[in-house]
């Protein structure tokens, strides 16, 4: 039982993180129809700016603060992902809007590369993993359950903060007028733009948002797993981009459940189906397979369609 | 439902796309210094070199790059292959099997290359090594350790070296497995172990050997796992080895895996010390999250405490590379010089041809040198006859020696 209950919580850790990385591609899905393969390198961006503010500009008495060091990196890395997804946006797709829809694919698997030799070629260090600084309470607390369930503080933040802005996006979205503006967008851009909405502008928001929250998911799995590599982004990308087909793709919400199908199939796979951790990754395609076949729209596609 | 389809479409061709942009290389080509006054009018030949020169694996491949370019701009200064300036030339195989096998084609097709120093990764030679072996180019590895690359898939019972031009000056597994397998149980006390690998040829193997030996000495295997080398999130193995309450883990894979693992154990409440091979010895180990007390073995002696290493570790200090020699330092440096040794005498006064390979590969088999890690021959597999292990334990932040041994069979 305690076993079981331990993989539920790791389950969610890593799907939640998967969530947060998630929206960015189902966001920027719904307004221009691209599947931004980039965006798992805005994630790993975020966890290296992060992480230069703390190095490089923040004094060390304050980094050993984690109430000090956390919103510095939070705010610091979803900046640099917000900066380099507008910038990505501006210069790599905007010129290529009314492109055949392969012409700007093509171009995200440039950026995606780009992005990850830049970092490495520049980033002191970067050939190899980095350390990154906990940037939260250490340690665990353990539920007294069968051997006890241990729960690390840092996943809690995980979960917390990852959840608490996906629903704070679904809420804008639903809520205000520039979700409003999305919505519509997303649903006739030449329409909305006949209704006095300026699509650009929509589109670098959509950017901007997914870029942030891609940055704020880089700087947790930073301070969750304490070492960031250049290949985060491309390794995580690929299953947040499996949960937003999984979710159906363009709705926010399928993006934040299919995260956390992946994160629980994986944790719950590799403990209970055959050939365990060494087949964890091959279930989460298996699923998708499944839901695929029986649901090809995901499980939130098309019948409720709150697309961003 | 139509837009479904085009993603499913899209992330096929997606697919294809990324497998095409990973086959780009990070060439890198060094070419050493001039041969001072010896006599070059015979031209040049060239030492080929394949390790990860980017990537994760990077401190180790380059530390064995700088080595090899020590060695050979050594040779150069001595005028060891007369008439012949010697140039190295490294390739980056990024530890990929395909990549490394992009990178020995390359050098087999050039006429001038004599041997080839490498590869760091067991599963990057499995595909070099039958390359290689095709042109008759010798190829002397300094860190590969899976047995079956001199003695066949089939080492443990009926052994049969697969290529003839391959030799190690690195021990295997089939001793590095046991030999720490002896420490853990005999010397540590530990009787419920759990063993993790990362998949690969050389942490797979590593990881079998150990738990057969450590079975052998009594000691349960409390949870035989594995992760994936890319892996950064362990909390799924650690939960499940958590249940069987071992009082260590041996881990066969390398650093990259094995610090962040040792970090995220003590985070579940896991204050047992984690044990790994030579793939696990590096710098960056603690920093990535290893924990005082870890242990790990390596092939050889430490550098730093034989007498015999100590010009290797003056003149690559007086060389002043930007990277450490790293843990393959000494035995790449042995190696290159092997390979140099047997190039002296198979040339001698004459000309180096493709008519010369023959002759070069029985130099090196009967290889009998004194290098930085001590006395260097071969077997009648290519392995060295130098059984000498070290077993390492994380100090101050930094893997220090504990003890050196010779393996002798339990």
């Given amino acids: 039982m305690s076993i079981f209950l331990s993989q539920i919580a790791n389950g969610l850790m890593f799907g939640s993180l998967i969530a947060l990385i998630a929206i960015g ?51 610091a890395g979803a900046l640099v992902s917000m900066l380099v997804a507008v910038a990505m946006e501006r210069f790599a797709y905007r010129p290529l809007r009314n492109a055949p829809r392969l012409a700007p694919l093509i171009t995200a698997l440039g950026v995606s590369v780009a992005l990850q030799e830049a970092v490495r070629v520049f980033y002191p260090g970067a050939t ?14 353990v539920i007294p359950i069968g051997d006890g369930v241990v729960i690390r503080y840092t996943g809690i933040l995980l979960i917390v903060v990852s959840l608490g802005l996906a629903f704070g996006l679904e809420r804008f979205v639903e809520r205000t007028r520039l979700g409003r503006a999305m919505r519509a967008t997303s649903q006739d851009r030449d329409t909305a733009r006949l209704m006095g909405i300026d699509p650009d502008r929509v589109i670098v928001l959509t950017f901007a948002i997914g870029g942030a929250l891609a940055g704020v998911a880089g700087v947790l799995y930073g301070s969750y797993l304490n070492n960031i590599n250049i290949d985060m982004g491309f390794q995580n990308g690929i299953f947040a981009f499996t949960a937003a087909v999984l979710g159906g793709i363009g709705n926010i919400r399928g993006a934040v459940v299919g995260g956390l199908v992946i994160g629980l199939v994986r944790a719950l796979g590799g403990q209970y189906l055959p ?21 090809p729209q995901g499980f939130f596609g098309e019948s409720e369609r709150v697309r961003a | 439902m139509s837009r479904t389809r085009k993603v499913a479409t899209t992330a096929a061709l997606l697919a294809g796309v990324l497998a095409l942009s990973a086959c780009s290389t990070n060439r890198e080509e060094a ?65 990929t099997a395909q990549i490394a096998g992009q990178a020995a084609t390359k050098l087999a097709s050039d ?39 001199t003695q066949g898939d089939n080492y443990a019972t009926a052994p049969a070296r697969p290529n003839a031009t391959y030799f190690r000056t690195a021990t295997t597994d089939a001793i590095q497995g046991p030999f720490a397998a002896q420490f853990l149980v005999q010397k540590q006390g530990k009787k419920n172990i759990a063993v993790i690998d990362d998949g690969k040829t050389y942490g797979a193997g590593l990881a079998d050997q150990f738990a057969a030996e450590a079975q052998k000495l009594g000691a349960t295997i409390a949870a035989r796992l594995k992760v994936g080398e890319k892996d950064t999130d362990f909390s799924g193995v650690i939960t499940q080895i958590r249940g069987a309450n071992p009082d260590a883990v041996y881990y066969g894979g390398e650093y990259p895996v094995a610090g962040p693992l040792s970090k995220q154990l003590a985070d579940a409440g896991l204050n047992i010390p984690l044990m790994g091979g030579d793939g696990i010895v590096d710098s960056t180990y603690a920093q990535l999250g290893g924990r005082e007390g870890d242990f790990a073995t390596n092939v050889g002696a430490p550098p730093e ?30 190696a290159a010089n092997v390979l140099i040794d047997g190039l002296s005498k198979t040339v001698g006064n004459g000309t180096f041809s493709d008519a010369s390979r023959d002759g070069l590969i029985s130099a090196v088999q009967a290889t009998n040198l004194q290098g930085a890690t001590g006395a260097i021959s071969f077997d009648q597999f290519g392995d060295t006859t130098n059984k000498v292990l070290t077993v390492y334990t994380v100090q101050g932040g930094k893997f220090t020696p504990l003890e050196t041994g010779t393996y002798a069979a339990s």
């Fill in chain 1, 128 to 141: 190899a993993a980095i350390p990154f600084p906990p940037l939260f309470i250490q340690g665990a607390f």
């Fill in chain 1, 275 to 295: 050939g365990g951790t060494a087949y964890d990754y091959v279930w989460i395609f298996v699923v998708l397979i499944i839901v695929l076949v029986f649901r």
């Fill in chain 2, 31 to 95: 070419s050493s210094g001039g041969g001072g006054s010896c006599d070059t009018s015979k031209g040049t030949l060239v030492v080929g070199f394949v390790a990860p020169l980017s990537g994760s694996l990077s401190a180790l491949g380059l530390g064995m790059k700088n080595s090899t370019d020590l060695a050979v701009n050594q040779a150069n200064q001595a005028c060891k292959v007369p008439g012949y300036r010697l140039a190295l030339q490294a390739e980056d195989d990024q530890a």
């Fill in chain 2, 111 to 149: 006429p001038n290359v004599v041997g080839v120093i490498g590869t760091l990764n067991s599963s990057t030679a499995q595909t070099v090594a039958p390359i290689l072996a095709q042109k008759k180019i010798v190829e002397i590895s300094p860190a590969n350790t899976n047995p079956a690359l």
């Fill in chain 1, 25 to 75: 591609y189902t966001m920027v899905y719904g307004i221009i129809t691209l599947i931004n393969f980039a965006h798992g390198e805005i994630f790993m961006v975020g966890a290296y700016g992060g992480l230069a503010t703390l190095t490089y500009w923040v004094p060390t008495a304050v980094v050993a603060r984690w109430y000090f060091a956390l919103p510095i990196a939070l705010v």
């Fill in chain 2, 305 to 334: 405490q034989q007498p015999s290493a100590k010009a290797f570790i003056d003149a690559y200090a007086a060389a002043g590379y930007s990277e450490p020699y790293s843990a393959y330092g000494a035995l790449t440096y042995d």
